[in-house]
T-cell receptor, first 117, second 115 residues
């Protein structure tokens, strides 16, 4: 139980285009989802926290107009990287926390590798 | 403020020998603590978690960790390393020390396992 999926697993796009990444909780309802970014050989950095049906809360230094987060249902959150640039290339990981699974634990997706050319 | 410090950025062991990955935490009260593992280009998998029920916590794949308040430590151990244990390991504390809030990640320890 408590499986989180992400799609796509890898994406390559041209500079200036937008990319959408989906995060789904497959067998539980995710009241809260988190989006992280991981640079090579570094730890995870929290970008934003989203609660179902409300606006996401962004961490300091994260541009909310560039990284659009939507948490429209209890099983789906999306991260859209708008007008992507090469410096946005990174490994993006989502996690989810719900009320029907252990509430103090975040369950992570497998990550999405974004490469912007 | 809460924080975790992973004392080693890289640990190398031989297959079949014990594993010790060190983590110290800083918190003004007894926190929850987690260990996550990340294999190359993969997401994170929860190994184990401490939530004050027992100081010795057993996790998946033969790993365990002991919460020592006097030493503010939560070291991860395994009696015998396997090649498949080679990965990055993160010690994590919730931001608010309980079931609320976000996670604070240590910088990670890369475990290499030699044949």
């Amino acid at each position: 139980g408590a499986v989180v999926s992400q799609h796509p697993s890898r994406v390559i796009c041209k500079s200036g285009t937008s990319v959408k990444i989906e995060c789904r909780s497959l067998d539980f309802q995710a009241t809260t989802m988190f989006w992280y970014r991981q640079f090579p050989k570094q730890s995870l950095m929290l970008m934003a926290t989203s609660n179902e049906g409300s606006k996401a809360t962004y961490e300091q230094g994260v541009e909310k107009d560039k990284f659009l987060i939507n948490h429209a249902s209890l099983t789906l959150s999306t991260l859209t990287v708008t007008s992507a640039h090469p410096e946005d290339s990174s490994f993006y990981i989502c996690s989810a926390r719900g009320t029907t699974v252990s509430t103090d634990t975040q369950y992570f997706g497998p990550g999405t590798r974004l490469t912007v050319l | 403020a809460q924080s975790v410090t992973q004392l080693d950025s890289h640990v190398s062991v031989s297959e079949g020998t014990p594993v010790l990955l060190r983590c110290n935490y800083s918190s003004s009260y007894s926190p929850s603590l987690f260990w996550y593992v990340q294999h190359p280009n993969k997401g994170l998998q929860l190994l184990l978690k401490y939530t004050s029920a027992a100081t010795l916590v057993k996790g998946i794949n033969g790993f365990e960790a002991e919460f020592k308040k006097s030493e503010t430590s939560f070291h991860l151990t395994k009696p015998s390393a396997h090649m498949s244990d080679a990965a990055e390991y993160f010690c994590v504390v919730p931001y608010y020390g309980g079931s609320q809030g976000n996670l604070i990640f240590g910088k990670g320890t890369k475990l290499s396992v030699k044949p």
